[in-house]
T-cell receptor, first 111, second 113 residues
């Protein structure tokens, strides 16, 4: 079973700062998801990537398959970026598409 | 944007009641999932379905049951709610195909008194 670890667990930063959230996993995967969960509980899918790098607006996600590591970066952070960011690894086999979730990183951006 | 809906958003109810949490999607996705998330903890898969009349249990054991009579609906039922069922329940759907993203609903926050 895949183990997914995220760091840091909690992060408080000032508006405008560059943010990095890290995710590592223990076994090979077919894809890695980055998800955003707001206080109301709903989840939005930010990225799904299996190699390299993806960018959407101020968000950048990278993955290093050999090192089993992914990072989510936020440039020019804003208070509306405050949320829980969740990393989820999709296994390369098994039922239910094998998504294993990290515990999330609770990000607070202060004005 | 994804169109997946969960009702109710919040439910506070007494022990012993029968509860059904609704999940509907309008994208025609064959794959649907139920996850349970305790506060501050990771999501755990409790049920999934790959299509009509297909249901499977997930990684986390749950006393809930599910049904998939129609593609768009995937309700979750607790026959007799207990305080240990207090949690957030999230529904998701996914298009069939290699490495498709999962689309999540807003969740149902359930409290059993």
């Amino acid at each position: 079973k895949n183990e997914v670890e995220q760091s840091p667990q909690n992060l408080t930063a000032q508006e405008g700062e560059f943010i990095t959230i890290n995710c590592s996993y223990s076994v090979g995967i077919s894809a890695l998801h980055w998800l955003q969960q707001h206080p109301g509980g709903g989840i939005v899918s930010l990225f799904m990537l299996s190699s390299g790098k993806k960018k959407h607006g101020r968000l950048i996600a990278t993955i290093n398959i050999q090192e089993k590591h992914s990072s989510l970066h936020i440039t020019a952070s804003h208070p509306r970026d405050s949320a829980v960011y969740i990393c989820a690894a999709r296994g390369s086999g098994g039922g239910a598409d094998g998504l294993t979730f990290g515990k999330g990183t609770h990000l607070i951006i202060q004005p | 944007e994804a169109d997946i809906y969960q009702t109710p958003r919040y439910l506070v109810i007494g022990t012993g009641k029968k509860i059904t949490l609704e999940c509907s999607q309008t994208m025609g996705h064959d794959k649907m999932y139920w996850y349970q998330q305790d506060p501050g903890m990771e999501l755990h898969l409790i049920h999934y379905s790959y299509g009509v009349n297909s249901t499977e249990k997930g990684d986390l054991s749950s006393e809930s049951t599910v049904s998939r009579i129609r593609t768009e609906h995937f309700p979750l039922t607790l026959e007799s709610a207990r305080p240990s069922h207090t949690s957030q329940y999230l529904c998701a759907s996914q298009q069939t195909g290699y490495n498709q993203p999962q689309h999540f609903g807003d969740g149902t926050r359930l409290s059993i008194l």
